[in-house]
């Protein structure tokens, strides 16, 4: 039986309950998204999808993917990640075009940074990554902290 997103996000919420580890992952979590999000845009894009647009490139398409994984969890939440996946990749953007050949560098560094401070969160919890557990909740991470936006705001996930 698969799980459903409040089955996820409880599992994952359990091995961050120490309040230094919430704090770092709300600091880590979004930003490794946004990371990662920079590495698939420097993937090169062939010639035929930037025909069809400038922003035919493996990170938009990566991104509907992930949306869509969202919307299997979670209708009104995929909506929320939806707009973040759309912030993200226009910071990934606009980076790109005001330092080109900077990108991946620069997100590699704090992709390497963010990392090190989740893990040190982790020793303070001392419990292990949920990832370990299961790779899934690499994606999970961004999902429990949008689900946390939603409450504040009374939003239904």
Not at 17 to 34: A, G, M, S
Not at 47 to 57: K, R
Not at 59 to 84: H, N, Q, R, T, W
Request: proline fraction near 6%.
């Amino acid at each position: 039986m698969a799980k459903n997103i409040q089955q996820w996000l409880d599992e994952y919420g359990a091995s961050h309950q120490n309040k230094v580890n919430k704090r770092i992952h709300w600091f880590c979590v979004p930003q490794i998204f946004l990371t990662v999000m920079a590495f698939v845009f420097v993937i090169p894009t062939p010639a035929a999808m930037l025909e069809v647009s400038p922003h035919l490139n493996w990170a938009s398409i990566v991104s509907v993917g992930i949306v869509m994984y969202y919307g299997m969890l979670s209708l009104p939440l995929s909506i929320g990640m939806a707009a973040f996946t759309a912030l993200c990749y226009f910071i990934v953007v606009s980076f790109d075009a005001a330092f080109p050949g900077y990108l991946l560098p620069a997100a590699g560094g704090y992709f390497v940074f963010l990392w090190a401070l989740q893990f040190y969160g982790h020793e303070v919890e001392g419990k292990k990554p949920s990832f370990f557990k299961d790779v899934q909740f690499l994606m999970i991470g961004p999902a429990w902290c949008m689900s946390f936006i939603y409450g504040k705001m009374g939003l239904k996930y």
